[in-house]
């Protein structure tokens, strides 16, 4: 493992994936600024995306590789690929192809705000919750 | 746990914590869009990040609850905060308070970019790297 100042300063591309061999991936809309979903990669799945230019992740729960529109056609092609401080997460900036990122059919995954300001038992708002496709004609699933 | 369709179509609050007892914040400017930081919350984190509407986290290498300025004074005042489809991951809208998020004196965490659609040996190229702040004399740390 390279030293510290060398990660944070250096330019060497030396990510950091945790015990699980995942790095977090944050996805925005390049042209909107919006968080469309919130991902990890495994190496290969990083690799796949930094030669092809579109995304490519490792899913946790089916525990596979996945291309993003593999299934839907919605494939994100990737303007800017960033690494943080200590390269332990990512950040793609994608042009979204299709009308949504979301499994559930909306356009970004967080369509649903937390209220500040109180405690105790928390009720979400929705938030550009609109429906963007129809999931289930797209996926093919109940 | 709640079932699938609840914790995705639901208004129940139920942040699904992982086995290391946290959850996934995607930090942005509330102004330009822009990803800032990703860091990590616990249950108490999160409590006082909705009830202060200021950004609390949890600190994976210190393995302590931190709030987010208690050193530099660079404050985050949160703008909105959203849950994901499958509520195991945040994000927030911030306005971030002093000249720059990053412990290395940057705007944000992710100043350098990884070029595309090249194999092998990957050399990252600084973007939006200019030290907005002096972070040694910030957090008095050589």
């Given at each position: 493992?390279?030293?510290?100042?060398?990660?944070?300063?250096?330019?060497a591309f030396a990510p950091q994936f945790g015990a699980d061999g995942l790095v977090t991936a944050v996805v925005t809309d390049a042209k909107s600024g919006d968080?469309?979903?919130?991902?990890?990669?495994?190496?290969?799945?990083?690799?796949?995306t930094i030669?092809?230019?579109?995304?490519?992740?490792?899913?946790?729960?089916?525990?596979?590789?996945?291309?993003k529109g593999e299934s839907s056609g919605h494939v994100q092609r990737v303007v800017e690929l960033r690494v943080d401080?200590?390269?332990?997460?990512?950040?793609?900036k994608v042009e979204q192809q299709g009308p949504g990122t979301c499994?559930?059919?909306?356009?970004s995954c967080f369509?649903?705000?937390?209220?500040l300001?109180?405690?105790?038992a928390v009720t979400l708002e929705f938030r550009d919750a609109e429906k963007a496709f129809d999931s289930k004609a797209?996926?093919?699933?109940?």
């Amino acid at each position: 493992m390279a030293d510290q100042s060398e990660i944070e300063e250096g330019l060497a591309f030396a990510p950091q994936f945790g015990a699980d061999g995942l790095v977090t991936a944050v996805v925005t809309d390049a042209k909107s600024g919006d968080v469309l979903m919130v991902a990890h990669m495994d190496a290969e799945a990083l690799r796949r995306t930094i030669e092809s230019g579109e995304a490519w992740y490792y899913s946790r729960s089916r525990k596979k590789l996945w291309k993003k529109g593999e299934s839907s056609g919605h494939v994100q092609r990737v303007v800017e690929l960033r690494v943080d401080c200590d390269q332990d997460a990512l950040w793609l900036k994608v042009e979204q192809q299709g009308p949504g990122t979301c499994h559930t059919g909306r356009r970004s995954c967080f369509y649903r705000a937390v209220p500040l300001g109180k405690g105790g038992a928390v009720t979400l708002e929705f938030r550009d919750a609109e429906k963007a496709f129809d999931s289930k004609a797209v996926y093919g699933k109940p």
